[in-house]
């Protein structure tokens, strides 16, 4: 504070705005007015108390009146407890400051933001909207491959997670576990052929089922952002603590496929996933520099070359912070330090494919680009904005720790006490390993030779965020055209047979109705009626020889 109160104008009802001022009475750097008849000039801050929301249409529409009539100054609306609508839908209100049903220590923290010139976003969790019977519209019925899909689906989903109970812990018997362990695969097993006969893509992710449950009393914790400024490196910090306390807060599962980090012990992971995190900032850091010092502006194509030869050294910098860079372990007879084996024998510079350009990721935060979502440019510090640009942090993240993981997992093959260090404790028997990673490269085959491809031609993109303690996948529509067209010939060929699937389609469907149409012609007038003829020959026949008896 510069010694000048700062004028804030309240907008409420008599007896909250009473309430309210009582609160904040006790700050002698506010001026509160009440009317615009005690405002002495423009206020630096407008708070609006919303008792009720009729619809999100006209609360957009009274904050585009206010901000029409106080133009540049930031706007603070007070949201009640409960919603007509599900929250992150007003993240798209053009307002500095949202709070649901904040107590006074949240106000007057976000007063301060503020007032400083940053953002704050502070919205429950999506169990509190307010839903009725008119909320929602009709469902439409599906048809026969949809039907089976969904029911074959929940039925399979329903007794993974009842077999996941039963093995969380694992059963003394050795013959019981075995055999429970064989009906997890064999279901799997049955929902991906489900998936591949009848169903889209993300029908099989959106009913995917998590390796390892979390609490099934776990809720949504809701939307908080702080910003204490409005520019790329405040959203970037914020985006760091954000992603940091989710790693910390310990990750799960959603993906419906393994992934390469279950396989390190908990501690390991969370610890690689951190050095992934603070190695992330400091190429920021660098790249931020770099620009700084050069005289023309860094293109796209010279950015992303330079982002991609800092991707070695990053990853192998962060390996070595996860191991440890004096931790030393009995190899044969001596000792060897784990960083500098696990340097040697991992390969680091494999790229994966699936990783979207990384310009979209670090133009916000070095440039303070604005970000494109659902086909609006919109501020790097709009809510919208920060939540996909962690989306692509959040998906660097993973897809990089899966990278590392996959070469961990082949290096603690050759060195038995590394697994004890590293490994996840069902891992230290040899034959579980071998079985996890020929497991992990089948999948991996799966995915480039078929999934990959399906994906490319729907335009579709496979991403992972971190969402309430879990690694969720998100599918992103967008255009891959160039990359559908370097596909190898074999994925060319999987592209080919949905082309040739979804053209023959129509014409299949019509000769299967004629065929029907054409069968149910014969079984009821020709086949139908002579069996009917028949009948009644055979009826009159035994009503005779009863007349004759």
């Given at each position: 504070m510069n010694g000048i109160p700062n004028k804030?104008?309240?907008?409420?009802?008599?007896l909250l705005a009473e309430s309210l001022l009582s609160g904040l009475a006790g700050n002698k750097e506010l001026v509160i007015s009440v009317s615009t008849d005690q405002l002495d000039g423009q206020p630096d801050l407008v708070i609006w108390s919303i008792e009720s929301i009729a619809s999100p249409a006209l609360l957009q529409l009274e904050v585009l009146k206010l901000q029409s009539r106080w133009g540049s100054t930031p706007l603070l609306l007070l949201l009640p407890a409960k919603l007509p609508c599900d929250p992150t839908e007003l993240l798209s209100l053009d307002c500095a400051g949202l709070l649901q049903d904040p107590d006074l220590a949240q106000l007057q923290q976000g007063i301060e933001t503020l007032l400083s010139g940053g953002r704050v976003v502070e919205l429950t969790a999506h169990s509190s909207w307010e839903r009725s019977s008119e909320t929602f519209a009709p469902f439409p019925s599906p048809g026969l491959g949809p039907w089976l899909l969904m029911t074959g689906l929940q039925q399979i989903n329903h007794d993974l997670r009842m077999i996941e109970v039963l093995l969380n812990p694992p059963p003394e018997n050795p013959l019981l576990r075995f055999m429970l362990e064989g009906r997890c695969r064999e279901l799997r097993s049955a929902r991906q052929l489900l998936l591949w006969i009848w169903g889209p893509l993300q029908l099989g992710l959106d009913g995917a089922v998590p390796l390892q449950q979390s609490s099934?009393?776990?809720?949504?914790?809701?939307?908080?952002?702080q910003l204490k400024e409005r520019n790329g490196a405040a959203v970037w910090d914020a985006i760091h603590q954000r992603l940091e306390a989710a790693v910390i807060g310990g990750l799960s599962?959603?993906?419906?496929?393994?992934?390469?980090?279950?396989?390190?012990?908990?501690?390991?992971?969370?610890?690689?996933?951190?050095?992934?995190?603070?190695?992330?900032?400091?190429?920021?850091d660098r790249l931020r520099s770099d620009q700084q010092a050069s005289v023309e502006k860094r293109s796209d194509r010279a950015l992303s070359e330079h982002w991609q030869a800092l991707q070695p050294e990053l990853r192998q910098q962060a390996l070595c912070t996860m191991a440890g860079h004096y931790v030393r372990l009995p190899m044969g007879e001596e000792l060897s330090g784990v960083a500098d084996h696990l340097l040697l024998n991992t390969e680091l510079e494999d790229t994966d494919e699936e990783l979207p350009n990384p310009k979209r990721m670090l133009a916000p935060f070095l440039d303070d680009q604005p970000v494109l979502v659902d086909g609006q440019l919109l501020p790097a510090d709009d809510p919208r904005a920060l939540l996909q640009l962690e989306t692509l942090v959040s998906n660097w993240l993973v897809r990089t720790a899966e990278l590392i993981g996959s070469e961990l997992l082949g290096v603690c093959g050759d060195w038995p006490e590394l697994r004890r260090y590293l490994l996840d404790q069902r891992l230290i028997s040899t034959r579980e390993l071998e079985r996890l990673r020929n497991q992990l490269n089948t999948q991996s085959r799966w995915q480039t030779w078929i999934q990959r491809p399906i994906r490319l031609y729907e335009s579709q993109r496979l991403l992972?965020?971190?969402?309430?303690?879990?690694?969720?996948?998100?599918?992103?529509?967008?255009?891959?055209?160039?990359?559908?067209?370097r596909l190898g010939w074999w994925?060319?060929?999987?592209?080919?047979?949905?082309?040739?699937?979804?053209a023959l389609a129509p014409q299949v469907q019509l000769l299967v109705r004629k065929v029907g149409n054409l069968l149910a012609v014969v079984l009821t007038q020709v086949i139908g009626r002579a069996i009917g003829l028949v009948g009644r020959g055979i009826a009159q026949g035994m009503g005779r020889s009863f007349n004759r008896g």
């Open positions: 804030i104008l309240l907008i409420a009802r008599n099934p009393f776990h809720e949504p914790s809701g939307t908080s952002i599962n959603a993906t419906g496929q393994m992934l390469a980090i279950e396989g390190l012990q908990p501690e390991r992971r969370r610890e690689l996933l951190l050095a992934l995190l603070r190695q992330l900032n400091e190429v920021l992972y965020q971190l969402n309430d303690g879990t690694i969720a996948p998100l599918l992103l529509t967008e255009p891959r055209d160039d990359e559908l067209r994925q060319q060929q999987v592209a080919l047979l949905l082309e040739a699937r979804d």
